[in-house]
């Protein structure tokens, strides 16, 4: 399989307080995406990585913050979680247009 | 606006059917890539297959097949004689921006329940 893994699989967390998810990859691929998953809308894009230190937002970006300060690792940051992030967020790598690797996915609930 | 639009929200067949998976897409490149994925009840996404906008060759691989039509701009998925391991969540997704490694636009997924 892809080496890419999410940490951690399952969150719970209250209104109001941070969380940082984990995305590491082991392929050393260029690009680095984070959807969310909702019923009804599919995957979305939230943000996404080109290198080291370049992101930009995507679709759906707001409440949300990225870092890439490695290649291999690719953290999003809820600021201070709402319930409507409540959501199955979803990592994904790529080196190209034509292959998109995801990671297994992290259930986030927000009470 | 690049766009992925999947009306089957949920579809019910009996085992042994054959059934059909509909994806529209719009976009304003002319070089992209079609893709389906699989996300079965245990939530993983699992590549299926992709396309890129200058094959329209039809694909099969088994029990799948594939049909591109950019006249219609649509990349059907049929799944010939169901099982129920076919039961799950099939997206359909567009990859836009070439040049920045390809970000997805997914459709709305279509839920497949393959009764024995």
């Known amino acids: 399989d892809a080496g890419i893994t999410q940490s951690p699989r399952h969150k719970v967390t209250e209104t109001g307080t941070p969380v940082t998810l984990r995305c590491h990859q082991t392929e050393n691929h260029r690009y680095m995406y984070w959807y969310r998953q909702d019923p009804g809308h599919g995957l979305r894009l939230i943000h996404y990585?080109?290198?080291?230190?370049?992101?930009d937002k995507g679709e759906v970006s707001d409440g949300y913050s990225v870092s890439r300060s490695k290649t291999e690792d690719f953290l999003l940051t809820l600021e201070s979680a709402t319930s409507s992030q409540t959501s199955v967020y979803f990592c994904?790598?790529?080196?190209?247009?034509?292959?998109?690797?995801f990671g297994p996915g992290t259930r986030l609930t927000v009470t | 606006a690049q766009k992925v639009t999947q009306a089957q929200t949920e579809i019910s067949v009996v085992e042994k059917e054959d059934v059909t998976l509909d994806c529209v897409y719009e976009?304003?490149?002319?070089?992209?890539?079609l893709f389906w994925y699989k996300q079965p009840p245990s939530g993983e996404l699992v590549f299926l297959i992709r396309?890129?906008?200058?094959?329209?060759q039809n694909e099969i691989s088994g029990r799948y097949s594939w049909n591109f039509q950019k006249s219609t701009s649509s990349f059907n998925f049929t799944i010939t004689a169901s099982q129920v391991v076919d039961s799950a969540v099939y997206f359909c997704a567009l990859s836009e921006d070439y040049n920045q490694g390809g970000k997805l636009i997914f459709g709305q997924g279509t839920e497949l329940s393959v009764k024995p």
């Open positions: 990585s080109y290198g080291v230190k370049d992101t």
């Open positions: 396309r890129n906008s200058f094959d329209e």
């Open positions: 994904a790598m790529s080196g190209r247009a034509d292959e998109q690797y």
């Open positions: 976009t304003r490149d002319t070089t992209y890539y």
